[in-house]
């Protein structure tokens, strides 16, 4: 694990799994403000619930339901809705931002039913992220 440390902050990286052989990785930022962690393309892995343990916002790649991806033969690589969810609840944070949204989950219907799925397992915060929204990180302190 990579980890950078400034007077006002750190920063930690850990590998994910995506589209192998390519490395991709997670990343966290702490600061006295709070603490965020970006995930990038990946699967559900025990690398980023310990990177986002305790995190105020995990920020998700979520390409769409489960269910949907497992229908069009997207396994591995990418999270879905009730995986993220998972992540984050196995991780206790507060928040959980959705991310890097297929055009699927895109849809009203499809995106109600992934936020229904995510809410079974996750009883913290989810937003559905967009262009250029702007979430308050806030921390315990």
């Not at 930022?29 to 393309?41: A, L, M, N, Q, Y």
């Not at 109600?112 to 702007?134: C, N, P, S, Y």
Request: proline share 4%.
């Amino acid at each position: 694990m990579f980890q950078l440390e400034e007077d006002d902050f750190s920063v930690r990286a850990a590998h994910t799994v995506h589209a192998q052989p390519l490395l991709a990785a997670a990343y966290r930022i702490d600061s006295d403000r709070g603490s965020i962690v970006f995930t990038g393309d990946t699967e559900p892995v025990d690398s980023v619930v310990e990177l986002a343990r305790g995190a105020d916002m995990l920020v998700c790649m979520c390409w769409d339901t489960d269910a949907a991806m497992e229908a069009e033969g997207l396994s591995g690589g990418m999270t879905g809705t009730p995986s993220a969810a998972t992540l984050a609840a196995q991780a206790g944070v507060r928040t959980l931002v959705l991310t890097h949204i297929g055009p699927n989950l895109d849809r009203p219907s499809a995106r109600e039913k992934g936020l229904r799925d995510a809410a079974a397992v996750f009883d913290g915060t989810i937003v559905f992220g967009e262009e250029l929204q702007v979430l308050e990180v806030a921390g315990s302190s």
